[in-house]
């Protein structure tokens, strides 16, 4: 029979690329085989009543009924919960929006009031001022760069503080430690929606917050074939986070955790790659006549440039650039014909993207007066080289529009 042991705690002199080849591995998952196998399942049968009734008492211990996992979950589950200093456990969902809705869920009732960073992922919003409303839970935006200035906005009934850092699409850097601090003295959950970072450059439970969220959609899948969310809470927050889970119903399949755990085991080698070419690609585009401004936590003309150095380690493939002129229909001339990034949603995977973004739609209480049109880039594993000529290109029809 197997049984569930407690997620292998990443010793602290190792790094992170030797963990990650350790991660999830667990005692039992596997019977020697280096991967644990694609478990699917939905009945799990017990010997007799005896084993039943056993299993009904701790249903957490082993295997129980296949929508709360099998090794193969649970594999997953685990990684991810090693890979966060200050993490009690893991819950996987069909979707990054699964996750952050379920988490905000798991820790507010009807009456409270949650404050969301103005940068925060437009689904994200949508939610809150929808569904959450729906359930009589009030939203309020605050500003990214609000740093402690936050206490002014918590009410008595505030009961949760969502953060994103960097911003959806214009990549503001939250102070995060200063938010934390104020939130914990007044009992207020802080949630962190860590997807652009990954535990790999940002330890949001190490600076005080009380769930964390990826879209596993993005780098931890890598290969733009896979749609999975995760939530990673403390000790305090675990259970509530556990049983909201539970209550709702989430389950991922054994043949997509499987997926999530072959891009876990190449994450630091892409993201390696990716934040080297995305910040060449940056530093080539702040130099280009064309555009404006780059929004790239990693170049210290980002205004929030200083935090990013204090608590990341490092960044990842994702920015966005401002053109100094034109507006996003002029924008074909430069995306339409790119070689090398393909127009589409999403981000993270091996393959570059480019994408015009509307910001004014998704912002209610910041305004970042900008000239004109932002691209969002999402920098692949192709060579650097190749993704700057082919913008060079790009920029250069772009700018034929205007001087014709
Ligand atoms: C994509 C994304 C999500 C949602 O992930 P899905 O798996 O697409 O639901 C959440 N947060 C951020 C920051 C994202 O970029």
Redesign the pocket.
Same mark, same amino acid.
Request: proline residues 5%; charged residues 15%.
């Given at each position: 029979m197997i049984t569930r042991q407690p997620p292998r705690i990443l010793p602290a002199n190792e790094g992170a690329a030797t963990s990650l080849t350790h991660a999830g591995r667990g005692p039992g998952f596997a019977e020697g085989i280096v991967n644990p196998p694609v478990w699917r399942a939905s009945t799990i049968l017990f010997d007799n009543l005896a084993a039943l009734d056993a299993a009904i008492a701790s249903p957490d211990k082993g295997l129980y009924y296949g929508r709360r996992g099998t090794p193969t979950q649970w594999a997953l589950e685990d990684a991810l919960t090693g890979m966060e200093p200050g993490a009690a456990g893991t819950k996987l969902f069909a %979707?990054?929006?699964?996750a952050?809705a379920t988490a905000l869920l798991a820790v507010v009732k009807t009456g409270d009031h949650v404050l969301v960073t103005d940068s925060a992922?437009e689904?994200?919003r949508l939610f809150a001022d929808q569904m959450l409303k729906k359930f009589g839970v009030e939203t309020s935006y605050f500003d990214p760069t609000i740093a402690a200035g936050i206490e002014a906005l918590i009410r008595p009934n505030t009961a949760a503080i969502l953060l994103?850092s960097p911003g %959806?699409l214009s990549f503001e850097i939250q102070d995060v430690p200063a938010i934390t601090t104020i939130a914990r003295a007044g009992n207020i959950v802080t949630i962190l929606?860590n997807? &652009?970072a990954t535990p790999l450059r940002l330890q949001p439970l190490a600076l005080g917050c009380d769930i964390s969220i990826q879209?596993l959609?993005?780098y931890i899948g890598g290969h733009s074939d896979l749609?999975?969310?995760s939530a990673t809470a403390t000790q305090a927050l675990w259970p509530h986070l556990k049983t909201a889970s539970y209550r709702l119903g989430h389950t991922v399949s054994a043949d997509d955790a499987s997926l999530a755990l072959r891009g876990l085991r190449t994450l630091s080698l892409r993201l390696d790659r990716q934040e080297a070419s995305g910040l060449s690609v940056a530093r080539w585009l702040e130099a280009h006549p064309a555009v404006d401004r780059v929004w790239h936590p990693a170049l210290p003309s980002h205004p929030g440039h200083a935090i990013w150095q204090r608590d990341f380690t490092g960044a990842t493939g994702l920015f966005s650039f401002v053109l100094k002129q034109g507006r996003r229909a002029d924008t074909a001339a430069l995306i339409d014909d790119l070689a090398h990034f393909g127009i589409g949603f %999403? &981000?993270g995977g091996y393959e570059s993207l480019a994408l015009p973004v509307d910001l004014p739609s998704v912002r209610s209480v910041t305004t970042t007066p900008v000239p004109g049109p932002i691209i969002r880039l999402s920098i692949g594993l192709e060579d650097p080289a190749d993704l700057i000529a082919d913008l060079d290109a790009g920029l250069a029809r772009y700018s034929a529009q205007f001087t014709a």
């Open positions: %979707s990054g929006v699964a952050i992922y689904p994200t994103e %959806s929606d997807t &652009w879209a959609t993005k749609m999975m969310g %999403s &981000w």
